[in-house]
């Protein structure tokens, strides 16, 4: 009998099991159940993302609560004060959301363990600041960011607001894998319903005045709010929550939203994938865009910690912002802001991931400010934040993702569309005093430090055995690095696994400066980056592609000879 086989007979003969999920699985054809029951959902720092149905690999209440009972036990492994401290549990919108929180605070009370849980949906940022504000060990959030709706997740942050990092994820995952699935010690009639409270509202408001803080002028959005009209959509999401009273509070008069996206709804029904750096999230926001001359759009996903906006351009049609461009303009913003206001903060620095535009770096070069390259994941920049917090030196001013994460100041550790939100809108009221869209900003942007753009593709791996089919395809390009791409030679070659920086010019081998981490990157004669490296979310390899000159023409025209190559080699 095949071990799926056996996983399933497990779950249809356990006593823990409800009828109805029994009934579900013995409705599954063969093909779901192979998929639902063959393995187990990998722990990593990224916490579980997964299809909810029943099964050892998919998200339900039944893994939710193992996943919950490895978190307690690494926990309580740190003593009775770590278990008083806590967790603060937050869910997004999606469907399944609200039960699998209470199902993990159910498990945390059963084990000991002291819960805050949030009476509704709320950011992930909000979760963040809420595990700094209490004071907790960690936190939990139910959420699968942008996917689409069949998924859900579950995130686990450490006392430092930020996700955790591999030593306490492996810790956590060799815990899991320790334990029943069906163990009676955490089951639901165990629940200590004195241990579970509601977040304070407190916690909110304290949030709100976090995000409001971050304002560098405070007078702009006042001063332009009659000519400021900004059309907003949470996509379904958890930004309603907090999104427009933050661009109330700041001054904004003139804010617009898709009534039609508002209300929170697991099944986005207009929006399938619900994504900001999809075009398409913006159809019925373009449309109100249209029908009252505004000339900004923000879309929050579903929940808020990325952001993606659409600006019209000079023909006056609506085009889409990069997580790169947006990051590179928030950033000369911020600069130029603090300088022209004095207030430019002792020793500042700058966080962006290593595949994030080098726009951003040049910009910081330019102007003084130390920029601080991190792997991929917002958690490291959290941590960068923290080690400067701890060293006693130096000034945060910004951290961003290609990916459309964005964070300015230090009161949450992840990114924060909420706080993107409000910026976005100071900067384009900036821009709108001074007769400026913020497209006429971008223009300005690449006249000032010359033209760059990225680009990113993926090659998907489907069916079974994914995770060691992309590990096979990382270790062919580790064997067989290429000499050329693009029409251009590599002349360094980064191994962030083995830690390695070779350059072919010189011969020279020397250190990456970063933890190790499974991703490649090829640099070519013209400074060209191409970084390969496997998704640890879903089973895909990803290819960034970046670069900068003078003209945009040839520019765009190295890009797509180097993607051209890409994908020949990885078979794209």
């Known amino acids: 009998m095949t071990e799926y086989i056996i996983r399933r007979d497990a779950w249809l003969s356990s006593d823990v099991v409800d009828d109805g999920t029994k009934r579900e699985i013995l409705a599954m054809t063969e093909e779901e159940t192979e998929a639902a029951f063959s393995g187990k959902m990998t722990f990593g720092t990224a916490g579980l993302r997964a299809v909810m149905t029943p099964g050892d690999a998919r998200m339900n209440v039944y893994t939710v609560a193992r996943a919950t009972a490895g978190l307690a036990r690494v926990i309580a492994a740190e003593g009775d004060a770590a278990k008083a401290a806590g967790v603060v549990i937050a869910h997004d919108s999606r469907n399944n959301s609200e039960l699998f929180a209470r199902r993990a605070a159910e498990v945390l009370s059963a084990l000991g363990?002291?819960?805050?849980?949030?009476?509704?949906?709320?950011?992930?940022?909000?979760?963040?600041?809420?595990?700094?504000?209490?004071?907790?060990?960690?936190?939990?959030?139910?959420?699968?960011?942008?996917?689409?709706?069949?998924?859900?997740?579950?995130?686990?942050y450490w006392r430092d607001g930020a996700q955790i990092g591999p030593k306490e994820a492996s810790a956590i995952s060799d815990t899991i894998d320790s334990l029943s699935l069906f163990d009676t010690a955490f089951a639901p009639d165990k629940t200590d319903e004195s241990l579970i409270s509601p977040v304070p509202a407190s916690v909110d408001e304290a949030y709100r005045e976090a995000v409001l803080a971050q304002r560098i002028d405070k007078t702009l959005i006042p001063r332009a709010a009659d000519r400021l009209t900004v059309v907003y959509t949470p996509l379904y999401g958890t930004g309603s929550t907090m999104v427009p009273e933050v661009l109330r509070r700041a001054g904004l008069k003139r804010l617009l939203t898709v009534d039609e996206q508002m209300t929170p709804d697991g099944n986005f029904p207009t929006t399938p994938y619900p994504n900001p750096e999809n075009a398409d999230v913006f159809t019925l926001g373009v449309k109100m865009a249209e029908a009252y001359h505004s000339d900004?759009?923000?879309?929050?996903?579903?929940?808020?910690?990325?952001?993606?906006?659409?600006?019209?351009?000079?023909?006056?049609?609506?085009?889409?912002?990069?997580?790169?461009?947006?990051?590179?303009?928030?950033?000369?913003?911020?600069?130029?802001?603090?300088?022209?206001?004095?207030?430019?903060?002792?020793?500042?620095?700058?966080?962006?991931?290593?595949?994030?535009?080098?726009?951003?770096?040049?910009?910081?070069?330019?102007?003084?400010?130390?920029?601080?390259?991190?792997?991929?994941?917002?958690?490291?920049?959290?941590?960068?934040?923290?080690?400067?917090?701890r060293a006693g030196h130096g000034s945060f001013l910004f951290g961003f993702e290609?990916?459309?994460?964005?964070?300015?100041?230090?009161?949450?550790?992840?990114?924060?569309?909420?706080?993107?939100?409000?910026?976005?809108?100071?900067?384009?009221?900036?821009?709108?005093?001074?007769?400026?869209?913020?497209?006429?900003?971008?223009?300005?942007?690449?006249?000032?430090?010359?033209?760059?753009?990225?680009?990113?593709?993926?090659?998907?791996?489907?069916?079974?055995?994914?995770?060691?089919?992309?590990?096979?395809?990382?270790?062919?390009?580790?064997?067989?690095?290429?000499?050329?791409?693009?029409?251009?030679?590599?002349?360094?070659v980064l191994d962030y696994r083995a830690k390695t920086a070779v350059d072919r010019t010189i011969g020279s081998v020397s250190d990456t400066g970063l933890p190790a981490a499974d991703a490649l990157r090829f640099v070519t004669s013209s400074d060209v980056q191409i970084i390969v490296r496997p998704s640890g979310t879903e089973p895909k390899v990803k290819i960034y592609l970046m670069a900068g000159g003078e003209s945009e023409t040839a520019v765009r025209e190295t890009l797509a000879r180097c993607r051209r190559d890409m994908e020949a080699l990885l078979g794209a």
């Open 113 to 156: 363990i002291r819960v805050y849980l949030f009476a509704e949906l709320r950011p992930t940022p909000v979760l963040s600041f809420a595990v700094r504000q209490l004071g907790c060990t960690a936190g939990i959030n139910i959420t699968a960011s942008h996917n689409a709706k069949e998924y859900n997740g579950y995130k686990v």
């Open 296 to 389: 900004l759009l923000i879309a929050t996903d579903p929940d808020a910690d990325r952001c993606g906006t659409m600006v019209r351009d000079s023909a006056g049609n609506f085009r889409t912002l990069t997580g790169n461009q947006m990051g590179a303009l928030l950033l000369e913003y911020i600069i130029e802001s603090y300088r022209a206001t004095g207030t430019m903060p002792e020793a500042p620095y700058a966080v962006k991931s290593f595949v994030t535009t080098e726009l951003a770096a040049r910009i910081c070069r330019a102007n003084g400010i130390e920029m601080i390259n991190v792997l991929t994941g917002f958690k490291y920049i959290g941590e960068a934040i923290g080690a400067h917090e």
């Open 402 to 492: 290609e990916s459309y994460g964005y964070l300015k100041g230090t009161y949450a550790r992840d990114k924060d569309a909420v706080v993107a939100t409000m910026l976005i809108c100071e900067m384009a009221a900036y821009y709108a005093l001074s007769g400026m869209s913020l497209f006429d900003a971008l223009e300005a942007l690449y006249r000032k430090y010359g033209f760059y753009a990225e680009t990113a593709f993926s090659v998907a791996i489907k069916g079974l055995g994914a995770a060691e089919r992309m590990a096979a395809i990382m270790d062919r390009l580790r064997e067989s690095a290429p000499d050329e791409i693009g029409g251009e030679p590599v002349v360094r």
